[in-house]
Structure formats: structure tokens, C-alpha cells
């Protein structure tokens, strides 16, 4: 075949499958084109869905007459002349295409007038013959481009067009992102001349809030949070919504990289992820967001239509808009999760004062949920905070602070799991077990003696097997209930706890016995403000801290930058978890006590250990592999919440029966 230089008509509407899709897509190179030419005020009017008539009207700095035919010629621009230019994009359009392609699949007509012409020209083209015919007209100064009968000669894209509501639509939402981009330009929107938008410029804080209302509805506005983060030159603002502002569709999701409307992966996966732990999976945050950075660090021509961006330091972005967020929902839940935990130890104090006073019922009911909940080997262990604090008081509150590995629905502030209840069966097995007055006892201290032929089975062998300690895991059988481990050893059987074991991993990691650990610095220092109270923990805990891996400086008396962490807490939300450090350190811990820095350990290790709901063999096996590495022959064995031994005797004698 012979090679061809294809014609410029051809040529354009090639290019024009690229950067013309439908109507709005029109919409957004004309709207774009104004915002470059410093434009106040665009008003766009629309008929039948844009298929028939689409005009954009600007008050910007217009075109010479002698450059009006050059405008609508291919690979025309006046944006960038050098690959210096290229480089680092400043404007929203770049690549000279627009008034090209939209002229090959539509009749345009261009009119303009600049400041220091006296009077404005238009010239008129169609796909047909591309030619360009000039003549006088009325306007003043800037820019209208009228797009009539668009795709009238490619009847093949035309058809594909869909309803004239559906088409409005995608004009309408797109504007929505150009309104939000732009506070500062008026604009107005009309459909077969009716005006629907009118988003008026906003100058103050107030009007920008009511231009937000406008777009994203009350509803967004009433639970956001404003958002503001700058390190070297890069910079976040904006605005997210707390967890309540959540929806089920991803609708109300708009960002912006240096002005220009995005969609990109990766400033997508940075957002999801700070979100991570207080919304469900078929949650979505809304929030719209602005990030500034240096033209020379993003590279905007990856993608034909301008939806994507790549960074040039790509993880630093990422973990940059991570950690703005992060640190924005860790502050706004703050103060209601403190209130709620003030409210709750009120509540169980008052009930410790009272509980005299509480009926034999109910008394009989949290003494059954107590003695479940410290049976270390009852398989589904209730949750219960309130019924131990209400029990033990403090001591119950230390125990459920530094005893508990976090799962992953209690690592969301937002969530409250119901407190569940015994079943029947559960409640007949264990009245007899717990025929104790001192029901704080633990299960394991309960006397064998004591059991009678008459107490069940369960019983008896819970008590035989509370004696016999393994002296390693022994080799893993199966496993149990989706959460334990059954393991042999020695010829006898023993269950395993899985998320304790989680546990003992993690409070490995952090054990500082045999030397400070490692400090990982933060791409980003992470600034957190504190109260007095907690700036004094930080300065008198300062010693402990730094054998724990983490590197606190102080920026001001009221403003702490953490530097740097240990490799458990790297994807922690330090902006919540290191207050509720200094928080509790300032509580449990005293610089001259020996004990202090091992209450930390086992604290910090409760806070980084994530529970799952279900553990596959493969996965047990791991964790104990890496327990083995990490304790060297010192396993903790003797821990009645990790391993129990278990005796079929009872059992097996059961069948013999």
C-alpha cells in the first residue's frame, strides 16, 4: 500500500474521536479555553442536549483578528512554545487541538475581540471544507464559540449519542467540577434558554461554603471538615466530610491537581486508604480537594483526556495526602471519642459505687458475662467492656486496656458493635463452673477439687487441662472455629489462641529489651497540636519514647512533629495514636519507674495488633514461625490466654458408655 499524508479534515476528526466523546465533552475544551484567558464570568447556553447548539460566552482577553484562522488550525496554541513549556504545564489546555477537532464534527462559529481592538471579528468553519471565512461583528471584549449540529457529519457517532436529559446531565455535572475548581469565576448555565446554574463568584469564606452547599448539597456541608497541609511545594486543601457524610455511590468525590479536574489512581487509593478503618465497604467519602504542586513534579500528558496525572515522587504524594486526611478525621473524632470514654468510666464508677444496690438478677447476669469473658478457652469470647468495668472498676479497665488485641471493627471509632449475650447452652455450661462468690477469680485458678461428678464434662476437663504447660507449639492440626489452633505436642493436644499469639508478635516488635529499636523517619514530619498536659508527658516520657523507636520533637509549646516511629506503628494513624500515647503515659507512667516502659510496650502493642475475623492453617503457621524468630526459645507458654492443653478423657469415656 502506498504511504499517505492523511488530509487535515481526516486528520482532525481522528484526532477529534480523541478529545470530542459528546456535548460535554465540548463543554469542557471551550470552558477550559475561557479559565486560560483569565475569564470572570462564562456564560454557557444549551439546546436539545448540546447536539444542537452549544455557545460559550467569556469576558477574557480575546484573540487578534490576524490569529482567529490560526486558532482553529491543528496543533495551534498560544499556551506553551518551548518543551521548557511542556515541562511544566501551567494552563489547562496544552496541546492545540480543541477548536481543531470540534470544527471537524460541527459547524463553529469563533468571535473574539481583545481590549485593543476597537471592534470584534468572527470567522465561521465547518467540518465540510475546514475552510475559514472572516467578517465584522458585534461583541465585546473576549470570546463566544457557538458549536452547531454537532457530529453532523458522522452520523456513525451521532447515533451514539444518548437522550437529550442524558446528555444535559454530563454538561451539568460537568460544570459542577469547574464551579468547584474556580470560586472565583460567575457562572451561568442555560438549557433551551432556561437558566438552571448560576454560580455566582465567591470572595469570602461564607460564599465559597455556599457555592460548596450549592454543588455538594447541605448535607456535605453540614459534616465537613476543612482540610489544609503544605510541605515544601506541595501543598492540600479542601474539604472532606467525617465518617456520617458518607454515601453509597462515589458521587460526590472531586479533586483537582494544580486546577485541573482528576481522576487518578493513585491520589484515589491515598484518600480510601485514610478512610480505611470508619467506613464500610460499600461506603463512599466525599470530599473535594485541591492539590498544588510544582508544575515540574507532575507530568499532565499521560492520558488522551486529561484525567490523569503522574507524579514524579509518587509516594511522597500518596503518603502526603495519607496523612492530611488521617490527621483531619483523627482530630475531629478526638474529642468525641474522649467524651464518650469520660462518659463511660463516669457511668462505671458510679455503677462500682452502687453495686450493692443492683438486684440479685441482674448481678447474676454480669457475673455469667464476666466468667465468660475470662475463660480463655471459651471459643467465641463476648465482648463485654462495660459488664468488666462495672465488676472489677479500674482494675477491669486496665485489664481491658492492656490484656485485648484490637480487632478490626473496634479500630473504628465510628462503630459500636452490640454487646451480644450467652445463649442458652452457653448459660447451663457455665452456671455450675462459676458457683464461686468471687466471681473476679480467674477460670484457671478455679480448683479441680471443687468439681463435682455432677458439674458437666466441660467442666472437669478445663480444670485437668489448666495443669499441663507445652514447651513449644508442637505441630498444628487444624483449625478451630476460624480463630484457634489445634496443635500436638508431646502426645497431648493443646488450642491455640490465634490473634494472642497476633498479639505476642506485635509486642515482640516492640519490645525494647534488647536495645532501642530501629527508627523509620517519616517521609513527611507529622505536626500534631497538644495541650499542656500532654507536652509535659512528652518532655518527661522523652527517654522511654526513644528506646521505643519514636522520635518526638517539639516545633512550639503548643505543636509536636513526630520524625520518626518503629516499623509496627509505620501504618498506624499516628495522629490519633500518638495523643492517646502521651495520654496514657501521662495517666500509668512515671519516669523513675522500671515498670513504665514496659506498660507502654504492652499498651502500644494492643493498639497496632488488628484481630481478623477468621484465620486460614497458612496463615496461623506464619504467625507462630515469626513468633519463634522473634523469642528465640523463650516462648510465653505459660500464657493461659495463648495456649491451654485439652484432655479428651471425659470425652472418649463418653463413648464407652
Known sequence: MTIKILPARLANQIAAGEVVERPASVVKELVENSLDSGATRIDIDIEKGGAKMIRVRDNGKGIPKDELGLALSRHATSKIHTLDDLEAIISLGFRGEALASISSVARLTLTSRPATQEEAWSCYTEGRDMEVKLQPAAHPVGTSVEVLDLFFNTPARRKFLKTEKTEFTHIDELLKRIALSRFDVTINLRHNGKMIRQYRAAKTQVQAEKRIGAVCGAAFVRSMLKVELEHNDLKLHGWITTPEGARQQSDLQYCYVNGRMMRDKLINHAIRQSY??????????????????????????????????????????????????????????????????????????????????????????????????????????????????????????????????????????????????????????????????????????????????????????????????????????????????????????????????????????????????????????????????????????????????????????????????????????????????????????????????????????????????????????????????????????????????????????????
Open 276 to 657: 480505611e478503618t470508619t467506613l464500610r465497604p460499600d461506603q463512599f467519602a466525599t470530599y473535594v480537594l485541591f492539590i498544588e504542586i510544582d508544575p515540574h513534579q507532575v507530568d499532565v500528558n499521560v492520558h488522551p483526556a486529561k484525567h490523569e496525572v503522574r507524579f514524579h515522587q509518587a509516594r511522597l504524594v500518596h503518603d502526603f495526602i495519607y496523612q492530611a486526611l488521617a490527621g483531619a478525621l483523627a482530630q475531629s473524632l478526638n474529642i468525641d471519642e474522649r467524651k464518650q470514654t469520660e462518659s463511660a468510666f463516669h457511668h462505671a464508677d458510679e455503677n462500682q459505687t452502687s453495686h450493692s444496690n443492683v438486684s440479685s438478677a441482674v448481678a447474676i447476669d454480669q457475673q455469667l458475662n464476666q466468667a465468660v469473658e475470662n475463660t480463655a478457652s471459651y471459643p467465641n469470647k463476648v465482648s463485654t467492656a462495660s459488664t468488666v468495668q462495672i465488676n472489677e472498676g479500674h482494675a477491669g479497665r486496665e485489664w481491658q486496656a492492656e490484656s485485648r488485641p484490637r480487632s478490626k471493627s473496634a479500630s473504628k471509632p465510628r462503630e459500636r458493635a452490640p454487646t451480644s449475650s450467652p445463649s442458652q447452652r452457653e448459660v447451663k455450661a457455665y452456671q455450675e463452673l462459676m458457683q464461686t462468690p468471687d466471681m473476679t477469680k480467674d477460670h484457671s485458678s478455679v480448683d479441680s477439687a471443687a468439681v463435682t461428678s455432677e458439674q458437666p464434662a466441660l467442666a472437669q476437663a478445663s480444670a485437668k487441662a489448666k495443669t499441663m504447660v507445652a514447651k513449644e507449639f508442637g505441630k498444628a492440626i487444624c483449625i478451630v472455629e476460624q480463630r484457634y489452633l489445634l496443635t500436638q505436642y508431646d502426645g497431648h493436644c493443646f488450642m491455640l489462641s490465634i490473634a494472642r499469639a497476633e498479639w505476642w508478635k506485635q509486642y515482640g516488635q516492640l519490645n525494647p529489651q534488647q536495645g532501642p529499636l530501629t527508627m523509620q523517619p517519616l517521609l513527611i514530619p507529622l505536626a500534631i497540636k497538644v495541650e499542656d498536659e500532654l507536652y509535659q508527658a512528652q518532655q518527661e516520657i522523652q527517654p522511654m519514647l526513644l528506646k521505643l523507636g519514636i522520635k518526638i520533637v517539639e516545633k512550639d509549646k503548643s505543636t509536636l512533629m513526630v520524625m520518626a516511629v518503629p516499623q509496627p506503628m509505620r501504618q498506624q494513624n499516628l495522629q490519633q495514636l500518638i495523643p492517646d500515647l502521651l495520654s496514657y503515659a501521662a495517666q500509668k507512667c512515671e519516669t523513675n519507674d522500671p515498670q513504665s516502659l514496659e506498660r507502654m510496650t504492652k499498651w502500644l502493642a494492643n493498639q497496632v495488633t488488628v484481630e481478623k475475623p477468621s484465620y486460614t492453617l497458612s496463615e496461623a503457621v506464619q504467625i507462630l514461625g515469626e513468633l519463634e524468630q522473634l523469642w528465640h526459645g523463650q516462648l510465653p507458654l505459660d500464657d493461659s490466654n495463648l495456649m491451654i492443653s485439652i484432655d479428651f478423657t471425659d470425652t472418649i469415656s463418653a463413648f464407652k458408655l
